[in-house]
């Protein structure tokens, strides 16, 4: 069965230092992969994609994402964090070639951001 | 342009009894995703439907069930509330939804006493 793992439930950094965030998923083949944003009280904000190509993907907010096929891994990066990038992430996968309609997310990582 | 919206924002209902949440997707929109999101279990896919045909259903029980109508709008219902029911139900909207970007919406708080 296809499942995604965000190892890090909850992680803190220093407003300007850089932030991974980690993804493993397990499919059979590639799939299509997301991250997406979630603030307190929203619904879910799509960051950025994945569906073939370069593996390096950039985002909206200053995020990239690196996929790793050897390592089945789909990490969020970013540079330097703002105060403002304080929410809970999530990792999510759909069957390539399929729907993005039925995404299967990870439990998430919450970040929270010291100044 | 106006984004996806769900009604009500929030719900407080009794065990037993049944509730219908309402989702408007974004114009022009035709397929419409639904999910669950609880502390304990996260995310949780619960149906999708394209042109008011159901295309994927997650693995819940038969009382949990949607339909969406000619005008893209969706609605979900809850039979025989449960205690367990209480949970944020996201409803997503997208052209396609195949490689187009889903949009979120806010959610509907559901609360069962």
């Known amino acids: 069965a296809q499942s995604v793992t965000q190892p890090d439930i909850h992680i803190t950094v220093s407003e300007g230092a850089s932030l991974e965030l980690r993804c493993n998923y397990s499919?059979?083949?590639?799939?299509?992969l997301f991250w997406y944003v979630q603030s307190p009280g929203q619904g879910l904000q799509l960051l950025l994609k994945?569906?073939?190509?370069?593996?390096l993907v950039q985002g909206i907010k200053g995020f990239e994402a690196e996929f790793k096929r050897s390592q089945s891994s789909f990490n969020l990066r970013k540079p330097s964090v703002h105060w403002s990038d304080a929410a809970e992430y999530f990792c999510?996968?759909?069957?390539?070639?399929?729907?993005?309609?039925?995404?299967?997310f990870g439990k998430g990582t919450k970040l929270s951001v010291k100044p | 342009k106006a984004g996806v919206t769900q009604t009500p924002r929030y719900l407080i209902k009794t065990r037993g009894q049944q509730v219908t949440l309402s989702c408007s997707p974004i114009?022009?929109?035709?397929?419409v995703s639904w999910y669950q999101q609880t502390p304990g279990q996260g995310l949780q896919f619960l149906f999708e439907?394209?042109?008011?045909?159901?295309?994927n259903k997650g693995n819940f029980p038969g009382r949990f069930s949607g339909r969406q109508f000619s005008n893209s709008r969706s609605e979900m219902n809850v039979s025989t509330l449960e205690l367990g029911d209480s949970a944020l139900y996201l409803c997503?909207?997208?052209?396609?939804?195949?490689?187009?970007?889903?949009?979120f919406g806010p959610g509907t708080r559901l609360t069962v006493l």
């Open positions: 499919y059979g083949a590639t799939p299509y």
């Open positions: 439907y394209f042109s008011e045909t159901q295309r």
């Open positions: 114009s022009g929109h035709r397929s």
């Open positions: 999510a996968v759909a069957p390539y070639g399929g729907s993005q309609g039925n995404l299967i």
């Open positions: 997503a909207s997208s052209l396609e939804a195949t490689t187009d970007t889903q949009y």
């Open positions: 994945y569906f073939s190509g370069d593996t």
